[in-house]
T-cell receptor, first 114, second 116 residues
Framework: GAVVSQHPSWVICKSGTSVKIECRSLDFQATTMFWYRQFPKQSLMLMATSNEGSKATYEQGVEKDKFLINHASLTLSTLTVTSAHPEDSSFYIC??????????FGPGTRLTVT | AQSVAQPEDQVNVAEGNPLTVKCTYSVSGNPYLFWYVQYPNRGLQFLLKYITGDNLVKGSYGFEAEFNKSQTSFHLKKPSALVSDSALYFCAVRDNGKAAGNKLTFGGGTRVLVKP
């Protein structure tokens, strides 16, 4: 099946700094990628839809200036958490659309803000 | 708006017994339905999907699911559970109507614990 990678898999940063997470589709091109956030023992919450070459579409309640998304190519989307705070600590998962019937997920990135 | 409900937070089953994880959905158009499994600190792995056609869908690792339009359900089943099936299972729906876009909506997840 199609493979989606994320880097880094785990990151610790200090409060006030920014962190960039990369999401790559390794063996297919993805016009659309998605970013999710997952709290412990909870479901995935869609944060934003990332479209190659255009601005991301953010879900209601998600601060677009805090969670910057860039989809610069058909195989790469990045999520930058700006001025991170402890409440931003979470598991972030990206996914990529191979088609409307198939969405593949990355392994996730655990962010801890101290 | 589309939604998914997984009524059970946890399902316990003995190894070798049948496993069922329940899912009901709500969409305005026709649904595309999916099951994913998540192991600790990992992303989601695709198990199976229903797009159209036969109501019984067979997927990875011996799992299957039955689409029931009248009951708006898509329950996941496995005839004989393994200890290695212990994980978190998510049901998801995508409305194929244009207005809904390509968003997947997830249920709350069901933790499956298979005891030896």
């Amino acid at each position: 099946g199609a493979v989606v990678s994320q880097h880094p898999s785990w990151v610790i940063c200090k409060s006030g700094t920014s962190v960039k997470i990369e999401c790559r589709s390794l063996d297919f091109q993805a016009t659309t990628m998605f970013w999710y956030r997952q709290f412990p023992k909870q479901s995935l919450m869609l944060m934003a839809t990332s479209n190659e070459g255009s601005k991301a579409t953010y879900e209601q309640g998600v601060e677009k200036d805090k969670f910057l998304i860039n989809h610069a190519s058909l195989t790469l989307s990045t999520l930058t958490v700006t001025s991170a705070h402890p409440e931003d600590s979470s598991f972030y998962i990206c996914s990529a659309d191979l088609s409307v019937y198939e969405q593949y997920f990355g392994p996730g990135t655990r962010l801890t803000v101290t | 708006a589309q939604s998914v409900a997984q009524p059970e937070d946890q399902v316990n089953v003995a190894e070798g017994n049948p496993l069922t994880v329940k899912c009901t959905y709500s969409v305005s158009g026709n649904p595309y339905l999916f099951w994913y499994v998540q192991y600790p600190n990992r992303g989601l792995q695709f198990l199976l999907k229903y797009i159209t056609g036969d109501n019984l869908v067979k997927g990875s690792y011996g799992f299957e699911a039955e689409f029931n339009k009248s009951q708006t359900s898509f329950h996941l089943k496995k005839p004989s559970a393994l200890v290695s099936d212990s994980a978190l299972y998510f049901c998801a729906v995508r409305d194929n109507g244009k207005a809904a876009g390509n968003k997947l909506t997830f249920g709350g997840g069901t933790r499956v614990l298979v005891k030896p």
